[in-house]
């Protein structure tokens, strides 16, 4: 029994520790979720109540506590249904997402495989999109298309989006190093202030990345821009030494990338602004899309 106590001991010494990593994790991973999933404005909302609230708890204000104990439940009910796309990604992430999930990511060599192909399919002027999961399950997505499972190469991606194929139209979804399905349908952008000058490819690239942490690499019909969208954001007309640097840092690390700086190749915006080299006629008249 002399050991069961100092095991207890030890226990008793080391589970403060334990309680306030254990919190600051679980608090770290809440406040990453929220990002994701744009639902910061919920939490400032919230937080502008409560601060509210406390002042008028502290300098004893009764009208506006009873004011605001009367309000503050349809508050509540008003936020629950204006924030409902943003409560429903937050309900998705924990469902699908796993905090423990290793990062599904291809070699380098795989990697620049698929950017030696985005480069040609932009020079040939074909419409591409390719999908790469990071950490939330997108099985969903995966069966919505024609499962392939097989080994990363550049001529492979390029006869996928061939024009005409059966499969050009939809995207390609690479995970665990192979591609696993093409094909595949995207969700459209819930974003309200996207203009009609982006096509379908680029709205569902964000859509997809409004609704999983997934990066999206597409190719433009019309223009060959190669952009990549995540995080809710678009950054339009990279390099292809830019597009490589991203994609690399992004699914090393698997959690959200950093900005371009103003240093950068691209624009970012989140779907209203287009880029200055390009007027909306041009934009608008692209033809991308499943099945345009």
């Known amino acids: 029994m002399e050991w ?3 095991l207890q001991t030890a226990y008793n010494l080391i589970r403060p520790v334990l309680d306030v990593a254990i919190l600051a994790f679980l608090l770290y991973k809440a406040y990453e979720l929220l990002v994701k999933t744009q639902a910061v404005q919920l939490v400032k909302g919230a937080g502008f109540v409560a601060l509210v609230y406390a002042v008028a708890y502290l300098f004893k204000l009764t009208t506006l506590q009873w004011l605001l104990t009367i309000l503050t439940p349809g508050f509540f009910i ?3 249904i204006v924030f409902q796309p943003e409560l429903r990604k937050i309900i998705i992430h924990l469902g699908q997402g796993t905090f423990f999930q290793p990062d599904s990511k291809p070699r ?10 985005a480069e040609i399919l932009s020079r040939q002027r074909r419409g591409a999109l390719v999908v790469f999961p990071r950490r939330v399950n997108i099985k969903n997505i995966i069966d919505t298309g024609t499962r392939i499972n097989g080994e990363i190469s550049s001529s492979l991606i390029i006869a996928i989006f061939e024009f005409d194929g059966p499969l050009h139209d939809g995207a390609m979804i690479i995970q665990n190093g ?3 399905a093409a094909g595949c349908f995207l969700p459209l952008s819930e974003q309200q202030d996207i203009r009609k000058s982006f096509g379908t490819r680029h709205r569902a690239s964000l859509g997809m990345s409004e609704q999983s942490d997934a990066v999206i690499l597409v190719v433009s019909e019309e223009t060959g ?3 990549l969208a995540y995080d809710a954001k678009l950054y339009y007309d990279l ?3 830019e597009v490589t640097r991203k994609l690399k840092d992004l699914l090393d690390r698997g959690v959200r990338g950093r900005r371009l700086d103003s240093s950068g190749d691209g624009t970012a915006f989140p779907g209203a602004a287009i880029p200055p080299a390009l007027d909306a006629q041009s934009l608008s008249d692209e033809k991308e899309g499943y099945g345009e």
Do not use: Y
């Open 78 to 80: 008003a936020i629950a």
């Open 108 to 117: 380098i060599g795989q990697l620049e495989a698929v950017i030696t192909a």
């Open 225 to 227: 821009a190669i952009s």
């Open 178 to 180: 192979r591609i696993v």
């Open 239 to 241: 390099s292809p030494i």
């Open 4 to 6: 069961f106590q100092r």
